[in-house]
């Protein structure tokens, strides 16, 4: 039988953990250095076009997601978000540079990590300790809320792709 205490403190652990990192992510992106045009100049780059819808989608994304894993709520639709969100920088600017972070370029192993950790938090929902378990919805663990961060998230960021990508030329 497994200590209800010791997943509790794991599960709120991993989702203030990643809920920070995304909310850092997300205020950075408006509110410090380039703020959204920067960023959506930079998703221009990219090949996310236009890139100031982007830049907002992606900011706006990343603040909610953040925002919903502190306090536990939605926690599905949290871990859609991060893997949508990920998946998408995975694909867009990571994957050419390798694994490792530390290539030029910044590899992949650290969006895959996020891009997992969603995957996972969805599936495994927020505990005891959180506004989910406080209203009795997505009780964990569940097939549904895995299902909707894989479906939500890597539909959502197939979507987006398939619809606003158009990678730069290869120089």
């Avoid at 997601?65 to 998408?88: Q, R, Y």
């Amino acid at each position: 039988m497994p200590d209800a205490t010791a997943v509790n403190i794991s599960l709120l652990l991993l989702r203030v953990v990643l809920g920070i990192v995304f909310l850092a992510h997300g205020i950075n992106h408006v509110f410090r250095g380039g703020k959204i045009a920067g960023t959506g100049r930079w998703f221009e780059s990219l090949g996310m076009k236009p890139g100031v819808l982007h830049a907002w989608l992606a900011s706006l994304t990343e603040i909610g997601a953040g925002a919903l894993l502190l306090v536990g709520f939605l926690t599905p639709l949290a871990g859609a978000g991060v893997v949508g969100t990920m998946l998408v920088a995975w694909i867009t600017n990571h994957l050419k540079n390798g694994f490792f972070i530390f290539r030029p370029g910044e590899g992949y192993e650290y969006v895959m990590t996020l891009t997992f950790l969603g995957l996972g938090i969805a599936g495994l929902g927020a505990g005891e300790w959180s506004l989910d378990h406080a209203v009795g919805i997505f009780e964990n663990p569940s097939m549904s809320g895995f299902l909707i961060g894989l479906v939500a998230g890597g539909g959502g960021a197939a979507g987006l792709l398939a619809v606003f990508w158009r990678p730069p030329a290869r120089s």
